[in-house]
């Protein structure tokens, strides 16, 4: 029982010990337990979860309140394309609240990001408000693309086993939070696959985890770079 | 405020015609509030020595307030007559402010137009547009124009920048790194600053230093 926690608690440690060594210190994410912890509940519905899910989100405070995040993901949503930060642009409402919400609560590791979205600086109405701003923002048009080189085996992988659950545009599945893949700069999703694969991305869905248990590196680029070339929603048939 | 207590930032021979214009204007005071000539006898008074009458301070060392958004300006007097942001020298007049002042002041020093700053160190400034629009993403650095905007304007909730000396931003960047300023709002600057070098902070001082003022609000 007790190996289980001691990463983590060597984690804070570390983080502690670097925190000491600058001289501002900055809020620390919070350990909540996530896949690594026997009884993982994938999305489990409560706290500001919930509120945030539950609330009426408004797309003009949300663009005020998103102000704090474009420093990292840019004025227009769209993320870099070299994938350090992800686009966010055109997201589901429902995904942008789970992992904001997930990030909050120290499910999803990202101290980077942490002291920029906790809950001193964006309240549960304003994570819905940021995302239903979000989900409406058009899609940047410059991706970051991978080599190109192996579509047809990332094609055949996604159909096999991804498609199912990511649609067969890449547009995800609001109502399930799945997120849309389509348009996501390839970098930023083989990094996020490759965490998943490897069970470090700890908020991650079991099913997910088990899909790519198997995959090579060069598996993981090749779907990576397939699901980012996907056209996603097909836009409203013109009106007759 | 004394000027004879900080004589090495404040030139004596401004001092006499200071004075004068002070007791030929009988020192109004700023509690007509509602009357824009004793506010600008006031900044004249105590705040343009150091601030210029302007808000377009001479000395590296003060800050140009010129141009700076109303909540900003309201929210630093407030911060410094609560003690939450301390100043050896904005202490004696802090002290008598009282809130209608802060506004009109606010109000007064928003209006004025932003002078031009000066780049020192012009090799520093490539490395400072670059932080300053991209960050650093490996120590998780946002980038300034985020919040401050690409053309360093700021908004209502992040101050203008453009144009402002670059002694003044360096000082402030690292009193944020080292939490001797801590009135930022959510530990925003604490935390940006807290990850940056000291070449990081001198290079985005002399970028922001060089950035064209904007141009004056109405």
Request: net charge negative.
């Amino acid at each position: 029982m007790l190996h289980r926690f001691m990463t983590p608690l060597l984690a804070a440690a570390l983080l502690l010990g670097a925190g000491s060594s600058r001289a501002g210190d900055e809020p620390l994410q919070p350990w909540a337990p996530g896949i690594e912890t026997p009884g993982y509940v994938w999305n489990e519905m409560r706290g500001e979860k919930l509120i945030a899910l539950e609330a009426q989100g408004d797309p003009l405070r949300g663009e005020i309140a998103f102000e704090v995040c474009q420093g990292c993901h840019d004025a227009n949503a769209g993320g870099e394309p070299d994938g350090s930060y992800p686009r966010l642009a055109g997201q589901h409402a429902t995904v942008l609240i789970k992992q904001l919400t997930d990030v909050r609560a120290g499910v999803r590791d990202n101290q980077k990001m942490y002291p920029y979205a906790a809950d001193h600086v964006i309240t549960p109405q304003e994570i819905a408000d940021i995302a239903v701003y979000l989900q409406g923002l058009p899609a940047p048009s410059t991706i970051g693309l991978g080599p190109g080189t192996n579509l047809d085996r990332g094609k055949a992988l996604y159909q096999h086993q991804c498609e199912d659950c990511h649609g067969t545009r890449g547009q995800g599945d609001a109502a399930k939070f799945y997120p849309s893949v389509a348009g996501q700069h390839y970098a930023y999703l083989l990094r996020e696959a490759r965490l998943i694969r490897d069970g470090d991305r700890r908020n991650a869905h079991p099913d997910m985890v088990e899909a790519v248990a198997d995959y090579s590196e060069a598996e993981l680029s090749a779907v990576a770079d397939y699901m980012s070339r996907l056209p996603g929603p097909e836009a409203a048939a013109p009106a007759e | 405020m004394q000027p004879s207590s900080n004589p090495t930032q404040t030139p004596r021979r401004c001092l006499a015609p200071l004075a004068l214009t002070a007791l030929l204007t009988c020192a109004p005071t700023l509690s007509q509030a509602d009357d824009p000539e004793s506010t600008r006898a006031f900044v004249q008074r105590e705040c343009a020595q150091c601030h210029g009458v302007d808000g377009n301070s001479i000395a590296p060392a003060f800050p140009k307030l010129a141009g700076l958004q109303h909540e900003y300006l309201a929210k630093q007097l407030n911060d410094f007559r609560s003690g939450r942001r301390q100043n050896e020298i904005m202490a004696p007049v802090i002290e008598t402010l009282t809130a209608a002042q802060v506004d009109d002041l606010a109000d007064y020093f928003s209006r004025q137009r932003r002078a031009m700053g000066t780049t020192y160190l012009k090799g520093m400034v490539r490395l400072g547009r670059r932080i300053y629009h991209d960050g650093i993403e490996e120590r998780g650095v946002p980038a300034c124009a985020g919040c401050h905007k690409p053309d360093g304007a700021g908004t209502p909730r992040s101050p203008l920048l453009a144009g402002q000396h670059s002694a003044y931003v360096l000082a402030q960047l690292r009193a944020f790194h080292s939490d001797q300023r801590d009135n930022d709002r959510a530990r925003l600057m604490r935390t940006t600053a807290g990850r940056m070098t000291e070449s990081d902070m001198i290079a985005v001082s002399e970028y922001i230093a060089g950035m064209d003022a904007i141009p004056a609000q109405p």
